[in-house]
T-cell receptor, first 115, second 113 residues
Framework: ETGVTQSPTHLIKTRGQQVTLRCSSQSGHNTVSWYQQALGQGPQFIFQYYREEENGRGNFPPRFSGLQFPNYSSELNVNALELDDSALYLC??????????????FGQGTRLTVV | AQSVTQPDIHITVSEGASLELRCNYSYGATPYLFWYVQSPGQGLQLLLKYFSGDTLVQGIKGFEAEFKRSQSSFNLRKPSVHWSDAAEYFCAVRNTGFQKLVFGTGTRLLVSP
């Protein structure tokens, strides 16, 4: 059973650019959530995807968008990067729509630095 | 709205001593509660979870936590800390029907020889 994998592990972008981060969910998991973890902070929920549809969103602007594919893998896209977008981006997968008595399994994260 | 408070930013414990990390939550109904551990530059590993039932839950690596509804707390404990336990610890809460986790700001554990 493979775990949650994220790519790339590190990324440096320039302010104003766009970035795409990728996540492969754990085998059998159909729900993917994305979190942003700024330095010294706890992770903040960005959004969740279930069956290729956005299924909930945190307090992030529309320039943060995502996709989920038929194989349940997911992408996080961020447009018009700002310096404050520098953070560790974590992907988490869970089974069965993320409902009752399920838990999220996290990947190792993508460290994004915006300069 | 759900929220989690971890009042201790840093804690230093001697190796072999006991540990208790505090977590208080705010949530209107019975929450799902979690403790995660994060090593530097790494993702989050689940230590233990509370969904329902017995209020004392056992986790991996010798950790346990006790859910106290009257105090809105879910404190993490370990009877004897090892140097490898040095890491950042996050308490999190979510509701029963949706996978959005709300995290505290974390407690950094330092283990002294």
């Amino acid at each position: 059973e493979t775990g949650v994998t994220q790519s790339p592990t590190h990324l440096i972008k320039t302010r104003g650019q766009q970035v795409t981060l990728r996540c492969s969910s754990q085998s059998g998991h159909n729900t993917v959530s994305w979190y942003q973890q700024a330095l010294g902070q706890g992770p903040q929920f960005i959004f969740q995807y279930y069956r290729e549809e956005e299924n909930g969103r945190g307090n992030f602007p529309p320039r943060f968008s995502g996709l989920q594919f038929p194989n349940y893998s997911s992408e996080l896209n961020v447009n018009a990067l700002e310096l404050d977008d520098s953070a560790l981006y974590l992907c988490a997968s869970s089974p069965a729509g993320g409902g009752l008595n399920t838990e999220a399994f996290f990947g190792q994260g993508t460290r994004l630095t915006v300069v | 709205a759900q929220s989690v408070t971890q009042p201790d930013i840093h804690i230093t414990v001697s190796e072999g001593a006991s540990l208790e990390l505090r977590c208080n939550y705010s949530y209107g109904a019975t929450p799902y509660l979690f403790w995660y551990v994060q090593s530097p530059g790494q993702g989050l590993q689940l230590l233990l979870k509370y969904f329902s039932g017995d209020t004392l839950v056992q986790g991996i690596k010798g950790f346990e936590a006790e859910f106290k509804r009257s105090q809105s707390s879910f404190n993490l404990r370990k009877p004897s800390v090892h140097w490898s336990d040095a890491a950042e610890y996050f308490c999190a809460v979510r509701n029963t029907g949706f996978q959005k986790l709300v995290f505290g700001t974390g407690t950094r554990l330092l283990v002294s020889p």
